[in-house]
């Protein structure tokens, strides 16, 4: 497959590397110098233009090409790619917006723009995040086979009782399945022997219930069952989405916005958030509104530093849980590092998004692990797949090192992944894989 | 100390490499069968390459090739494989023990520095030779093509080549790529890098074969007596590499006006940019014509030919008198003057095949031009710094950095009257890096420096051993090594050789074939010391 990608920031050098083992990858940026590093990193072939000239386009030869993603930092510049490339050929287009009002416009008939798919970064920053509120611990959350699996990453504290057990005695839960062990940024499949240490990240698929329960048994001081009281900071695009999310969830959560306009903008459209317009960074304000018993804490401001700052603050006030975006992908480590609970960052979470949509015919869902080190996907078994009618046991050993089978669903149950179980065709399997062999197995299956 | 470069990495590769180049010997070897002559030469390099291969591939699993370890890589390839290519001269020449009686021992290659000499100068494609004897009394018929065949493995890049075959290469190829490719920078024309390294090899091999049949057909309708099947295939294979080794002793003087007005095309097109014929081939040919490089190749090879076919029109350009000893005596002089002189069609072509033969940096010559009078001889030291296109096979120092120079240049001495101006330097309507163009100044610098200095120790060592030679001989020999031309004047003229030189001289012109041919800096940056400190 050919693929054009237009904008190779964050999120199109992240799609460019993931698909340039196995797809004829050219990228597009206006930048010379990221251009020339580029060409000489990946093996794309990647040229210097402006994304949204025709000319440009031609020359990277988007007549002949199978699919072009738009993903500069503009949304229009995006849109406008998207029409152009209409003009010259077939190709499936992508385009990555921040509006959610673009995304609206879109839905209405999905050949505005000359878009065949939107994915809207802001909307799903904050659809990560109300995922991971209530599951403290938790650094990653996502949803399976329509929210009948869950896929979960714990980072084990000092206090966690799994600490210095074997992954055997820490694995009791029928249907969940333990699927690898993250130490110092390497990935490792879990095997029964390994002995888990404070500090590491676990990986475990199951249904929720089981993750929930996990969840308590790997931290039993953070972990709560009810989550109510959830602040949000900034009434940005993301915040705004954010509380609008909880909204539909039932938790009424409090946003504080310091410009007046925006936090009356933010107050009429959502009735059930309670709006506050102070500075986050007020002390005194916030102790009046008990921003110290919330249960968790959404940083979502403009900057990286203002959202650090919030997070931290709130942790030491004693909130249990606090999530914060980041705009810079090299910071997300260093802000777990300093105390941040979960930092999410809109450029890789769109990335997740957009390589899974070059994978739609098989895969249904994608999420990366430890910044696309390893994947979860969920895809339904066709009749030629690999998996299909024969024991795990038997097709696994036959597909490159690598593979965890985490969850199997079959129409509206799970089915508990052991040796013997057979999967068969229709069945909905989410897998943990190595990113390295990620293209190759989502061929086999 | 802890070495920053990973060494093992690079050697790993060079092992790959050299275990593949068993491949390529194996068509000198059926060529010994042909003939009946002793396969041994090519079976025992064979082993050692395998050998030898295998065991630097053992250094490391997964070779993790970052810039300077591509450099590295690079460089050592081309040294490796020069050191093997030599065995099969040196086997010719002694002999193996136990097994086979040595087959020519007159050979002068039985020198290890003449076998270095010699290997390097066809894999470099640059065309100078140290054999004593240009014939097929003193050398095997197979031994004369595996020295062909090394400059077609040479020219179009061993590197590129194993960037197009093996799949490991793919993410550092265009790393590689760019150390080994002649010109500033590569253009990659596919999103892979290897399918660009394919259509490279397979515009060159296409136009190597069309050559071949081309002077074939020649032969067999008697246009061209003497280029029989070995004759064709054995230039075929020099002529697209710009390389210059003939298996005549005459070079192109040997055959026909046909034959020679057939390789000037072929010369030409080697000395083009290979990535404008693939844009030909897939549907963008008015892109040749586009190129500023392009129009100034033609446009050089035009105005000097043109120059030199008038002054031996009017017979200015030939000597007045043989001297006392060189490579032609009055004789010669007198044949060629009535042949040339007055007469239009010898003069243009001439004139044409040997500026052809010296801007593209192929070596050939169609006649023994030190009988052409010193002023038109500086002309053509004068062309030996021009060079090919980038992404040609050529050497020197390429049409395209000339034009960059000259460009800025001019932009120095327009800034001088508006000091306010910003003039970016254009390249068929793009500008050019700045930074680039600091890259081309000293490049070029490096290249001028290196061409002075040893022209000096060339003339000292040949003074320390007595042997004689003068200024224009000793400054065209490093003009020929260091540019990958081959050829030069008076006792290295294109019917002469470099034998004579010291051994000391002779292994200086290997470093400078070595280092011209991969364009001075990935050899130059592994002698400095900050190129192996953390």
């Given at each position: 497959?050919?693929?054009?990608?237009?904008?190779?920031?964050?999120?199109?050098?992240?799609?460019?590397?993931?698909?340039?083992?196995?797809?004829?990858?050219?990228?597009?940026?206006?930048?010379?110098?990221?251009?020339?590093?580029?060409?000489?990193?990946?093996?794309?072939?990647?040229?210097?233009?402006?994304?949204?000239?025709?000319?440009?386009?031609?020359?990277?030869?988007?007549?002949?090409?199978?699919?072009?993603?738009?993903?500069?930092?503009?949304?229009?510049?995006?849109?406008?790619?998207?029409?152009?490339?209409?003009?010259?050929?077939?190709?499936?287009?992508?385009?990555?917006?921040?509006?959610?009002?673009?995304?609206?416009?879109?839905?209405?008939?999905?050949?505005?723009?000359?878009?065949?798919?939107?994915?809207?970064?802001?909307?799903?920053?904050a659809?990560?995040i109300v995922q991971i509120i209530g599951l403290p611990a938790a650094?990653?959350?996502?949803?399976?086979?329509?929210?009948?699996?869950?896929?979960?990453?714990?980072?084990?504290g000092?206090?966690?009782?799994?600490?210095?057990?074997?992954?055997?005695?820490?694995?009791?839960?029928?249907?969940?399945?333990?699927?690898?062990?993250?130490?110092?940024?390497?990935?490792?499949?879990?095997?029964?022997?390994?002995?888990?240490?404070?500090?590491?990240?676990?990986?475990?698929?199951?249904?929720?219930?089981?993750?929930?329960?996990?969840a308590l048994?790997?931290s039993p001081a953070a972990a709560s069952d009810d989550t109510e009281s959830v602040f949000v900071v900034g009434g940005g695009?993301i915040g705004y989405q954010t509380a609008r999310l909880l909204q539909e969830r039932g938790i009424n959560p409090r946003l504080i916005e310091e410009d007046p306009?925006r936090a009356r903008e933010v107050a009429e459209s959502l009735s059930k958030t309670l709006v506050l317009q102070f500075d986050a960074t007020d002390t005194d304000a916030l102790e009046r509104e008990n921003f110290d018993s919330a249960d968790a804490v959404v940083a979502a401001l403009e900057s990286?530093q203002e959202n650090l700052l919030v997070s931290l603050l709130a942790k030491r006030l004693g909130v249990k849980q606090t999530i914060a975006v980041?705009?810079?992908?090299?910071?997300?480590?260093?802000f777990?590092?300093v105390g941040v609970d979960v930092a999410v960052?809109?450029?890789?979470?769109?990335?997740?998004?957009?390589?899974?949509?070059?994978?739609?015919?098989?895969?249904?869902?994608?999420?990366?692990?430890?910044?696309?080190?390893?994947?979860?996907?969920?895809?339904?078994?066709?009749?030629?797949?690999?998996?299909?009618?024969?024991?795990?046991?038997?097709?696994?050993?036959?597909?490159?090192?690598?593979?965890?089978?985490?969850?199997?669903?079959?129409?509206?149950?799970?089915?508990?992944?052991?040796?013997?179980?057979?999967?068969?065709?229709?069945?909905?399997?989410?897998?943990?894989?190595?990113?390295?062999?990620?293209?190759?197995?989502?061929?086999?299956? | 100390?802890?070495?920053?470069?990973?060494?093992?990495?690079?050697?790993?590769?060079?092992?790959?490499?050299?275990?593949?180049?068993?491949?390529?010997?194996?068509?000198?070897?059926?060529?010994?069968?042909?003939?009946?002559?002793?396969?041994?030469?090519?079976?025992?390099?064979?082993?050692?390459?395998?050998?030898?291969?295998?065991?630097?591939?053992?250094?490391?699993?997964?070779?993790?090739?970052?810039?300077?370890?591509?450099?590295?890589?690079?460089?050592?390839?081309?040294?490796?494989?020069?050191?093997?290519?030599?065995?099969?001269?040196?086997?010719?020449?002694?002999?193996?023990?136990?097994?086979?009686?040595?087959?020519?021992?007159?050979?002068?290659?039985?020198?290890?520095?003449?076998?270095?000499?010699?290997?390097?100068?066809?894999?470099?494609?640059?065309?100078?030779?140290?054999?004593?004897?240009?014939?097929?009394?003193?050398?095997?018929?197979?031994?004369?093509?595996?020295?062909?065949?090394?400059?077609?493995?040479?020219?179009?890049?061993?590197?590129?080549?194993?960037?197009?075959?093996?799949?490991?290469?793919?993410?550092?190829?265009?790393?590689?790529?760019?150390?080994?490719?002649?010109?500033?920078?590569?253009?990659?024309?596919?999103?892979?890098?290897?399918?660009?390294?394919?259509?490279?090899?397979?515009?060159?091999?296409?136009?190597?074969?069309?050559?071949?049949?081309?002077?074939?057909?020649?032969?067999?309708?008697?246009?061209?007596?003497?280029?029989?099947?070995?004759?064709?295939?054995?230039?075929?294979?020099?002529?697209?590499?710009?390389?210059?080794?003939?298996?005549?002793?005459?070079?192109?003087?040997?055959?026909?006006?046909?034959?020679?007005?057939?390789?000037?095309?072929?010369?030409?097109?080697?000395?083009?940019?290979?990535?404008?014929?693939?844009?030909?081939?897939?549907?963008?040919?008015?892109?040749?014509?586009?190129?500023?490089?392009?129009?100034?190749?033609?446009?050089?090879?035009?105005?000097?030919?043109?120059?030199?076919?008038?002054?031996?029109?009017?017979?200015?350009?030939?000597?007045?008198?043989?001297?006392?000893?060189?490579?032609?005596?009055?004789?010669?002089?007198?044949?060629?003057?009535?042949?040339?002189?007055?007469?239009?069609?010898?003069?243009?072509?001439?004139?044409?095949?040997?500026?052809?033969?010296?801007?593209?940096?192929?070596?050939?010559?169609?006649?023994?031009?030190?009988?052409?009078?010193?002023?038109?001889?500086?002309?053509?030291?004068?062309?030996?710094?021009?060079?090919?296109?980038?992404?040609?096979?050529?050497?020197?120092?390429?049409?395209?950095?000339?034009?960059?120079?000259?460009?800025?240049?001019?932009?120095?001495?327009?800034?001088?009257?508006?000091?306010?101006?910003?003039?970016?330097?254009?390249?068929?309507?793009?500008?050019?890096?700045?930074?680039?163009?600091?890259?081309?100044?000293?490049?070029?610098?490096?290249?001028?420096?290196?061409?002075?200095?040893?022209?000096?120790?060339?003339?000292?060592?040949?003074?320390?051993?007595?042997?004689?030679?003068?200024?224009?001989?000793?400054?065209?020999?490093?003009?020929?090594?260091?540019?990958?031309?081959?050829?030069?004047?008076?006792?290295?003229?294109?019917?002469?050789?470099?034998?004579?030189?010291?051994?000391?001289?002779?292994?200086?012109?290997?470093?400078?074939?070595?280092?011209?041919?991969?364009?001075?800096?990935?050899?130059?940056?592994?002698?400095?010391?900050?190129?192996?400190?953390?």
């Amino acid at each position: 497959m050919r693929v054009v990608i237009v904008g190779a920031g964050e999120v199109g050098s992240n799609i460019a590397s993931s698909l340039a083992d196995a797809h004829d990858v050219v990228v597009v940026d206006v930048d010379a110098d990221r251009v020339e590093e580029l060409n000489y990193s990946l093996d794309v072939l990647a040229i210097q233009g402006d994304g949204a000239s025709i000319e440009t386009l031609e020359e990277a030869g988007v007549g002949d090409a199978d699919l072009l993603i738009a993903s500069t930092d503009h949304d229009e510049t995006n849109l406008a790619t998207c029409g152009t490339s209409k003009v010259l050929g077939e190709a499936f287009t992508i385009a990555r917006v921040k509006q959610v009002g673009f995304l609206r416009t879109w839905e209405r008939t999905s050949s505005a723009f000359g878009v065949d798919f939107m994915v809207c970064s802001n909307l799903l920053t904050a659809e990560d995040i109300v995922q991971i509120i209530g599951l403290p611990a938790a650094v990653d959350v996502e949803w399976f086979a329509n929210g009948l699996v869950q896929m979960a990453e714990f980072e084990l504290g000092p206090d966690s009782p799994l600490v210095g057990q074997t992954v055997s005695e820490a694995d009791q839960f029928e249907f969940l399945t333990f699927a690898a062990v993250l130490r110092n940024g390497d990935v490792e499949l879990a095997r029964g022997d390994s002995t888990l240490a404070a500090g590491e990240r676990v990986v475990v698929i199951g249904p929720p219930e089981r993750v929930h329960q996990f969840a308590l048994t790997a931290s039993p001081a953070a972990a709560s069952d009810d989550t109510e009281s959830v602040f949000v900071v900034g009434g940005g695009e993301i915040g705004y989405q954010t509380a609008r999310l909880l909204q539909e969830r039932g938790i009424n959560p409090r946003l504080i916005e310091e410009d007046p306009e925006r936090a009356r903008e933010v107050a009429e459209s959502l009735s059930k958030t309670l709006v506050l317009q102070f500075d986050a960074t007020d002390t005194d304000a916030l102790e009046r509104e008990n921003f110290d018993s919330a249960d968790a804490v959404v940083a979502a401001l403009e900057s990286d530093q203002e959202n650090l700052l919030v997070s931290l603050l709130a942790k030491r006030l004693g909130v249990k849980q606090t999530i914060a975006v980041v705009e810079t992908g090299e910071y997300r480590d260093v802000f777990e590092a300093v105390g941040v609970d979960v930092a999410v960052n809109p450029r890789v979470v769109t990335a997740e998004e957009i390589t899974r949509i070059t994978r739609e015919e098989t895969t249904e869902k994608l999420t990366f692990i430890e910044d696309d080190r390893a994947e979860v996907i969920e895809v339904e078994v066709s009749p030629d797949s690999a998996l299909a009618g024969v024991p795990i046991r038997e097709s696994i050993p036959k597909l490159p090192a690598g593979v965890v089978v985490g969850a199997i669903a079959r129409q509206r149950d799970l089915v508990s992944p052991r040796g013997d179980t057979v999967i068969e065709v229709g069945d909905h399997v989410v897998l943990f894989v190595d990113a390295a062999i990620a293209e190759e197995i989502t061929a086999a299956i | 100390m802890k070495l920053r470069v990973d060494y093992k990495a690079s050697l790993r590769l060079v092992g790959t490499v050299l275990k593949y180049l068993a491949v390529p010997l194996c068509f000198p070897l059926v060529v010994a069968l042909y003939y009946g002559e002793s396969v041994i030469p090519f079976v025992v390099t064979m082993a050692v390459t395998v050998l030898v291969g295998m065991g630097l591939e053992r250094l490391a699993e997964d070779p993790d090739i970052g810039a300077r370890e591509g450099f590295l890589m690079v460089a050592a390839t081309w040294f490796a494989v020069t050191l093997v290519g030599a065995i099969p001269f040196l086997i010719e020449a002694h002999g193996v023990p136990f097994v086979m009686a040595a087959l020519h021992p007159e050979s002068t290659l039985g020198n290890p520095a003449n076998a270095l000499f010699e290997t390097m100068s066809g894999f470099t494609t640059t065309g100078a030779t140290v054999l004593g004897d240009i014939s097929f009394e003193s050398h095997s018929r197979s031994i004369m093509m595996w020295r062909q065949l090394t400059q077609w493995l040479g020219g179009m890049g061993i590197v590129v080549l194993a960037v197009a075959i093996l799949p490991e290469l793919s993410v550092g190829g265009a790393q590689l790529m760019d150390a080994e490719a002649p010109g500033p920078g590569i253009e990659k024309l596919t999103p892979r890098i290897a399918e660009t390294a394919r259509a490279l090899w397979g515009a060159y091999l296409g136009l190597t074969v069309l050559e071949i049949v081309l002077l074939y057909g020649l032969h067999v309708t008697g246009n061209a007596p003497n280029m029989d099947v070995y004759n064709a295939i054995a230039h075929g294979l020099t002529t697209m590499p710009t390389g210059g080794f003939s298996p005549e002793a005459r070079s192109i003087e040997a055959f026909s006006a046909a034959a020679q007005w057939v390789i000037v095309p072929f010369m030409v097109a080697a000395g083009t940019n290979f990535a404008l014929f693939w844009h030909v081939l897939t549907g963008d040919p008015k892109r040749l014509v586009r190129d500023t490089e392009f129009k100034s190749y033609l446009g050089i090879i035009g105005v000097i030919s043109a120059i030199l076919a008038g002054v031996l029109f009017l017979g200015d350009g030939l000597a007045s008198a043989a001297p006392a000893a060189g490579t032609f005596d009055q004789t010669y002089l007198e044949t060629v003057q009535t042949a040339i002189v007055g007469n239009v069609e010898p003069s243009l072509r001439q004139s044409i095949f040997q500026v052809v033969s010296i801007v593209t940096t192929t070596g050939y010559a169609s006649m023994d031009f030190n009988a052409w009078s010193a002023p038109t001889q500086y002309g053509l030291l004068f062309a030996m710094f021009i060079g090919g296109s980038a992404g040609s096979t050529g050497g020197a120092i390429k049409i395209v950095r000339w034009y960059v120079i000259l460009k800025s240049l001019r932009r120095e001495l327009f800034t001088t009257a508006h000091p306010e101006a910003i003039r970016p330097v254009r390249l068929a309507g793009r500008a050019v890096d700045e930074r680039a163009i600091r890259g081309i100044y000293a490049f070029t610098l490096l290249y001028l420096v290196m061409f002075f200095v040893s022209t000096g120790l060339l003339h000292l060592d040949a003074a320390r051993i007595g042997f004689e030679l003068s200024v224009l001989e000793s400054m065209s020999a490093v003009a020929a090594t260091l540019g990958n031309v081959g050829p030069g004047f008076g006792v290295v003229g294109p019917m002469g050789s470099y034998l004579d030189f010291s051994n000391s001289s002779k292994l200086w012109m290997v470093l400078l074939m070595w280092m011209g041919r991969l364009e001075i800096l990935p050899v130059f940056v592994l002698f400095t010391p900050e190129y192996w400190r953390r």
